[in-house]
């Protein structure tokens, strides 16, 4: 820039007491440079004006719902527009003669998982359009700390059907349930949950959602129905520890379970069967009861013998061996027919009792010789005596 000057006025007390005061014609004229440096920033070594910008947290951290507030200062004011871009694509003008700015950075965002972290701002960009600055210096980025609010999530468990007969099907769902409606549940790696019998309940990565299906359980015996209550007891899995706050929901479901229908009761079935067509009159023929099902206890046996056979718990058959109908020498070849007179688990009612038919066994003769013998008593009489035969 080159400052020109000459003489254009003059006046002060003593302006009038010169005979003939003249104004000189002669200008004089100074170049005025920049001081020396490259301009940038920071410029080297240089000696330009500096004008330093900078950027400082309001607050050392905030929790993830809050827009965490920045200053962004200037050294010095400037006597034209001064334009800021930051890292998050935001842009501040400062007014001519302005120093300072505040910029609110978008908030991390409510959620229901862990997630603390930190929110870094810089400034990428600093200018006077149409101008360059001998020597700019942009000052380092400033960083928030992000706390986690405590968004609570609880599990809750419900049942499909409050009453169903003997191996019936329950199907128990655990549904995750923000406090927050708006806050998705779902950014998770998966959860089981154990109900208060044992019974586990999955929910899958990336789902609110978790079911499963258990059978009722059953029984051969008449019974007052049965209660089944299940509650959350514990969860587990990679998504256990994601969540801010996951909590156990305290409601409990139950099912009633109920005998089936008449006639529609677990079948206990006892059958009789002849282990031979037949045997002859000296032997014992054998039998053989079965059950249909194992059962969990006793179950006693009475035939029309009057023999009485008991089935340990698991036993499914037993055998039995018939008196002989006995050895003689007449022809009476038969039968011998034995049947289930009475079936029971002493103490309880079975649902659904059914007696086999009777096992009959035919009976064949043996072949037993019998002799006519003659004796006499008398080898010799007289005339007139007498003779007995046998």
Do not use: C, M, R, W
């Not at 010095?76 to 527009?81: S, T």
């Not at 059962?295 to 039995?320: C, M, Q, W």
Request: glycine share 8%; hydrophobic share 35%.
């Amino acid at each position: 820039v080159t400052i020109t000057q000459g003489l254009t006025d003059v006046s002060g007390k003593g302006a009038d007491q010169f005979e003939q005061l003249e104004l000189g014609a002669t200008k004089v004229s100074t170049t005025v440079t920049d001081e020396p440096g490259t301009p940038g920033n920071p410029g080297g070594e240089n000696e330009g004006d500096l004008v330093k910008v900078t950027i400082v947290a309001d607050q050392v951290s905030v929790n993830e719902a809050t827009e965490p507030t920045f200053t962004i200062s200037l050294n010095k004011a400037l006597d034209k527009p001064f334009t800021v871009t930051l890292s998050t694509g935001a842009t501040l003008t400062f007014a001519a003669g302005e120093t300072t700015k505040s910029y609110a950075a978008p908030a991390q965002g409510e959620d229901v998982f862990k997630d603390e972290g930190k929110i870094t701002v810089s400034i990428t960009k600093a200018e006077v359009f149409g101008e360059q600055l001998e020597n700019l210096q942009i000052g380092k980025a400033a960083t928030v700390a992000v706390t986690d609010t405590q968004s609570p999530v609880t599990a809750e468990l419900t049942v499909d059907n409050t009453t169903v007969t003997e191996g019936g099907k329950i199907t128990y769902t655990v549904t995750l349930v923000s406090a927050d409606p708006t806050l998705p549940v779902t950014n998770h790696k998966g959860l089981t949950f154990t109900l208060t019998d044992g019974t586990t309940v999955t929910i899958k990565a990336g789902e609110s959602v978790g079911s499963t299906t258990v059978t009722a359980p059953d029984n051969v015996y008449v019974n007052d129905p049965v209660i089944i209550t299940q509650g959350l007891t514990d969860v587990a899995g990679k998504g256990a520890d994601q969540f801010e706050q996951l909590e156990l929901g305290a409601t409990k479901v139950s099912t009633q379970v109920t005998d089936e229908p008449s006639g529609e009761g677990d079948l206990v079935k006892v059958s009789i069967t002849a282990d031979q067509v037949s045997v002859d009159e000296a032997t014992e023929p054998t039998f053989t009861i079965s059950l249909n099902k194992a059962l969990e206890k006793p179950f006693t046996v009475t035939l029309s013998t009057g023999a009485t056979l008991t089935f340990a718990a698991g036993e499914t058959t037993k055998s039995y061996a018939a008196p002989a109908q006995g050895e003689d020498v007449f022809k009476d070849e038969g039968k011998i027919t034995v049947s289930i007179s009475k079936a029971e688990v002493v103490g309880e009612q079975l649902e659904n009792l059914e007696i086999g038919k009777a096992a009959t066994v035919a009976v064949t003769d043996t072949q037993s010789p019998v002799t006519a013998e003659l004796t006499v008593d008398n080898t010799t009489v007289t005339e007139g005596g007498k003779i007995t035969y046998t």
